[in-house]
DNA sequence: TCAATATATATCTGAGTGATATATATTGAG
DNA sequence: CTCAATATATATCACTCAGATATATATTGA
């Protein structure tokens, strides 16, 4: 198995609770949803191999009705191989970004279409920014006792860094858009 | 044809100058490497599927020698495309932050750890804002009067507007890092 | 002279996303 | 009460995309 990141958020997530694929998507989407996604169709093939490596084990929950519960836990191994990944380091790879793409190509069109993409991710960002207090208040109550907490908090402080930036940004870029569209004319207003 | 956004990066490239894949593909790496990347698997494909739409045409010259230069240029349904998918607004999607991932889970591994990955993540923000303002003072001088260039400066704008917030963020991290490592011995010094 | 680099096109494997299929329980609006 | 929506739960498929590799030649500099 490739050094895959997902499989290193699968036994992350894991080393936090024992659970089920259905729950790992779930609580990736809660938890690191800002800085992460993952898939069905990463999970489930993983899940698998990871038994395979003795990674982790699984124990099947039967359940009246709904179908039975495949219950993941992290094994001794299990946690070694994310310590081992843990203790690497990252090499940041280039995120592609479509709003910039556009940005760059946008001598094409109106300011006026560019200025409104711009207002838009503006209101991205303010929105972001709620989103990550009403989260900082919930995980600070929620999870006041466990020593995750300053971790978790960091990575929504990035985030919170990054929006502040970025908002700063629209205002300095709508400014040079306004500026433009008023000289220039070549599109039309 | 779906909607890849790989298709109109290789327009928006075609709308600067016709050119070749080879030459997309280095130019893509100059120009847009901050924030996009393109790799000959998908522009080759996309570039014959492109002349079948009748978005680009080609022409081949000849050379002595080299391989043969396929040149592609944009035609005016071409460059109506590309304008369409200006206008359209981009929906943010989250990337994959790994670094962001490996924090998440610090609480797994020393703080001695998390605080070297956070001060190898500062220096390549360090040597980032670097990089943007050598790209900066080159395109103002070698586009000066390229209408183009008020929409690239925008772009390299927002690289250095979210270094310098993450150069903050590192230091910020640095300081909890540290107070954590003095308390809790968990995992040793 | 020879290695490294640049020019140039093209394909393949594997990672990852998003949609879909299948099946059932619960919950709340009308 | 009924029905739609939502939640629980596993699993697969099609497609996008990245990165490596194959192939071939010219130029540049140690």
């Known amino acids: 198995m490739k050094e895959t990141k ?16 259905y729950d790992i998507k779930k609580r990736v ?12 169709g990463q999970i489930y093939p ?10 982790v084990t699984k124990t099947v929950e039967r359940q009246s009705g709904k179908p039975d519960r495949h219950v993941y836990a992290l094994t001794e191994r299990g946690r070694k191989e994310l310590h081992r990944w843990l203790a690497e380091g990252a090499v ?5 970004n479509e709003f910039l793409l556009k940005l760059f190509f946008g001598e094409e069109i109106s300011p006026t279409i560019n200025i409104k993409h711009v207002e838009k991710y503006r209101e991205i960002q303010l929105h972001l920014l709620e989103k990550y207090e009403m989260i900082k208040q919930e995980i600070e109550n929620k999870h006041a006792d466990d020593s995750n907490l300053p ?3 960091m990575t929504l402080r990035y985030g919170q860094h990054v929006s502040q930036a970025l908002l700063r940004w629209c205002d300095e870029t709508l400014l040079t858009l306004n500026k433009i569209r008023k000289v220039g ?3 039309g207003v």
Do not use: C, Q, T
């Open 29 to 40: 989407g809660e938890s690191i949803s800002n800085f992460w996604s993952e898939s069905y």
């Open 6 to 21: 997902s499989k290193y958020a699968v036994l992350g997530m894991l080393s936090i609770n024992p659970m089920s694929g």
């Open 185 to 187: 004319r070549k599109h």
């Open 92 to 96: 940041p790879k280039v995120e592609r």
């Open 151 to 153: 971790y978790w908090l």
């Open 46 to 55: 993983i899940l698998k191999r990871l038994v395979d490596e003795e990674l």
